[in-house]
């Protein structure tokens, strides 16, 4: 017993020496989520009828004389146009940078006329082990064995399946997947004092710009996510010297004018279905007396009866998108209106944000399947394989709008009397961290708010992505802190 306890020291010893935490990392989620997306049978999300927005911008179509299944099962192949495409993007979008890739690498190897969804899923694997890299090297402090538990913790977290199914896929979640984790990795690194030469600081800041950027703009309901990403660009202040404010001043400019055009370029296609589902899925459906509400919006209290309707819904009462539905209905009424509608009927504004809050874990797609109809699973089946963290979050976390406001300002206080003290201690961390959990914490909130009041409940769970990922981001970096004893003070520079 004594001799094999020894050899498990010895191989522990091994480990640390020549594999560091974050590598330790990278090479455990490689083989987990390697396993999950390239090992039949083939794993992913079914399309939900929105894989057309990405098809039309980079030319692939539904294969002739092949089944094409929505939410039943996924659709492992795709047509590549060998010609010209006529079709324009529905929506603009960064979420082709991430695609045309996945092509080009499925036509240099396998075929240049069909086209593998597993490509788009190896564009992802790649870049998310190197997200996931960055996440532990910013958590992690040296190689004891908490870090390296650190380390395996961040597995579980964001290696979860519920996230990793987006990789196969057409869904942008992937690309906010491995861009946010990136993001707010690279900015927590820029602030460690071993972050010395400066070509690495240059780097990292610039993994900080193109990420953030890309998330921003893969969706245009994120715009409004460049104001908490400059919350956390503000930490960079105290990094710099009194001549390079003007970097700092750069890089805040640069994601206000990222969200701005990304909000300036939706399509008014967009616009009405946000604003019909806004009022059917959110107003009307929270409201007691929705004829009256429309009233004294001064709209026809008839429209009442679209209640719970969707814009695209198969068998409407009216045509949305007819002359009558369009002016005397959705062009009647914008955000502010509803927002006012809210701020004065606040049950319904808590109850429709209490909503919002039971979907705020639930990262695992439900409406879809994550097989194909070769694996012999029923219809919408769905992966178990290593979601024990987003099942457990999903069942444990408290759905209630109000516990995310406590959690978030608990989150605050805390890192506010680090920064507080890392003031005084003219140190950069502390206060960086602040910058970071404070745009976190506004991401929760601001994105629940933001989904009702732009869609209602249309699609929750599906727009409030970033929730999730933000939550667990705060929950990393306080279990990090704790381990490390970091929460008041910066570290010294690991070994």
Not at 19 to 44: D, E, K, Q, R
Not at 204 to 221: D, E, M, N, P, Y
Not at 474 to 481: C, E, K, M, N, V
Request: charge should be positive; charged fraction near 15%.
């Amino acid at each position: 017993m004594t001799q094999f306890k020894n050899k498990i020291k010895q191989f522990g010893r091994m480990v640390q020496q020549w594999c560091s935490p974050a590598l330790f990392a990278v090479l455990a989620a490689a083989v987990i989520v390697g396993l999950l997306l390239f090992v039949p049978p083939l794993n992913g999300y079914a399309d939900n009828g929105d894989f057309y927005r990405m098809m039309d911008a980079v030319g692939l179509y539904h294969r002739l004389g092949q089944p094409y299944h929505m939410v039943a099962y996924i659709n492992p192949t795709y047509g590549i146009r060998q010609y010209f495409n006529e079709n324009t993007a529905a929506l603009f979008s960064s979420q082709p940078l991430f695609i045309r890739p996945a092509i080009w690498l499925n036509q240099l190897v396998f075929n240049r006329l069909v086209f593998d969804i597993r490509f788009q899923g190896i564009i992802y694997y790649v870049l998310f082990l190197g997200a996931l890299y960055l996440v532990v090297r910013a958590v992690t402090r040296g190689r004891g064995l908490r870090q390296y538990v650190l380390a395996a913790v961040c597995v579980f977290v964001f290696a979860d399946s519920s996230y990793t199914l987006y990789f196969n896929s057409l869904f942008g979640e992937a690309a906010m997947a491995v861009t946010g984790m990136a993001a707010v990795a690279a900015l927590l690194l820029l602030a460690r004092r071993e972050t010395r030469p400066a070509w690495r600081r240059w780097l990292l800041l610039a993994i900080f710009l193109l990420s953030a950027g890309l998330l921003i703009t893969v969706k245009q309901q994120n715009a409004p996510l460049a104001l908490s990403y400059m919350v956390m660009a503000l930490g960079l202040l105290p990094l710099l010297p009194r001549r390079k404010k003007l970097l700092a001043a750069g890089v805040l400019a640069a994601l206000l004018i990222t969200g701005g055009m990304t909000y300036k370029l939706i399509t008014p296609e967009f616009q009405n279905i946000n604003r019909y589902q806004t009022m059917t899925r959110g107003v009307l459906l929270m409201d007691k007396n929705p004829g009256k509400t429309l009233k004294e919006g001064k709209i026809n209290p008839q429209f009442a009866l679209l209640r719970q309707s969707v814009y695209y819904q198969s068998y409407q009462p009216v045509n949305t998108r007819g002359t009558v539905v369009q002016r005397d209905f959705v062009q009647r009424f914008d955000f502010v209106w509803v927002l006012r509608f809210y701020l004065t009927h606040l049950p319904a504004f808590g109850r429709i944000l209490d909503l919002a809050a039971k979907d705020g874990q639930l990262t695992q797609v439900k409406a879809v399947s994550n097989y194909s109809a070769a694996s012999g699973r029923t219809k919408q089946a769905q992966t178990h394989y290593f979601t024990g963290f987003s099942s457990f979050m999903g069942t444990f976390f408290p759905a209630k709008f109000a516990f995310y406001c406590l959690f978030v300002a608990v989150m605050m206080g805390l890192y506010a009397g680090g920064a507080y003290l890392g003031f005084r201690r003219h140190q950069a961390w502390p206060i960086m961290k602040l910058a970071v959990v404070t745009g976190l914490g506004s991401i929760i909130i601001g994105v629940m708010v933001i989904s009702v009041v732009g869609d209602g409940d249309a699609d929750l769970a599906k727009h409030l992505f970033m929730v999730a990922q933000s939550t667990d981001w705060l929950l990393i970096l306080l279990l990090s802190d704790v381990t490390n004893q970091t929460l008041f003070r910066e570290p010294e520079a690991a070994v």
